[in-house]
């Protein structure tokens, strides 16, 4: 079992920056791609970005995902915010590599809330 809390949501300007944690507690950190996705109310959730076990950190556009295992955490810094980036940013743990598809994760955390003012 992984226990997942994500942290350090809140209300942004668009154009700001927010950097998301999500720590783990359980099992072998380590062992498990983290993924971050973005959920809007009465969509499916959105894959936003994830990092492999051993992956320090990737960057992809306007975000930054980084990881360290020494502490069980997983960062996902979001840059230059739209408001499109609104809604409930969850971070969840998968056994095997990396996948954009929730169906591969198995564990998940309740979600933070960003909110991008325009």
């Known amino acids: 079992q992984v226990h997942l809390v994500e942290r350090g949501g809140g209300t942004v300007e668009a154009g700001g920056s927010l950097t998301l944690s999500c720590v783990a507690s359980?099992?072998?950190?380590?062992?498990?791609?983290v993924g971050w996705f973005r959920q809007d109310p009465g969509k499916e959730r959105h894959f936003v970005m994830a990092i492999s076990r051993h992956a320090i950190n990737t960057y992809h556009a306007r975000f930054i995902i980084s990881r360290d295992n020494a502490k069980n955490t997983v960062y996902l810094q979001m840059n230059s915010l739209k408001p499109e980036d609104t809604g409930l940013y969850v971070c969840?743990?998968?056994?095997?590599?990396?996948?954009?598809?929730?169906?591969?994760?198995?564990?998940w955390g309740q979600g933070t809330q960003v909110t991008v003012s325009s």
């Open positions: 969840a743990a998968a056994p095997e590599g990396m996948s954009v598809n929730s169906w591969a994760y198995d564990y």
């Open positions: 359980g099992r072998t950190f380590s062992d498990y791609t």
